[in-house]
C-alpha cells in the first residue's frame, strides 16, 4: 500500500494543535498512523507532548493513573 502524501491542509493541522491535542486524536483527523504523525511532526521540530493539566481538562480519556506523564 503506497504511502498518502502529507498535504498542507494536514501539516497546518499538526501545526496547529501540537502539544494540545493527543497525538491519537490528531492521527484520527487526519487519516494518519499514529507513527506518522509522530515522525511527521518531529521531522519538522514540534513537539507533541500535552500539558497534564490540558489532559485532565479536555482529555481525560488519556490520563492513566500509573503515568503522570503524557
Not at 502529507?6 to 501540537?18: C, F, G, H, P, Q
Not at 487526519?30 to 485532565?56: C, E, F, H, Q, W
Amino acid at each position: 500500500m503506497p504511502k498518502k502524501a502529507w498535504s498542507d491542509k494536514d501539516l497546518e493541522y499538526i501545526e496547529r494543535v501540537a502539544g494540545k491535542v493527543p497525538v491519537p486524536v490528531m492521527a484520527a483527523a487526519i487519516n494518519k498512523t499514529v507513527p506518522a504523525v509522530k515522525v511527521k511532526a518531529y521531522s519538522i521540530g514540534l513537539k507533541l507532548r500535552v500539558p497534564m493539566d490540558v489532559l485532565r481538562k479536555h482529555w481525560p480519556e488519556y490520563v492513566s493513573g500509573a503515568n503522570s506523564h503524557a
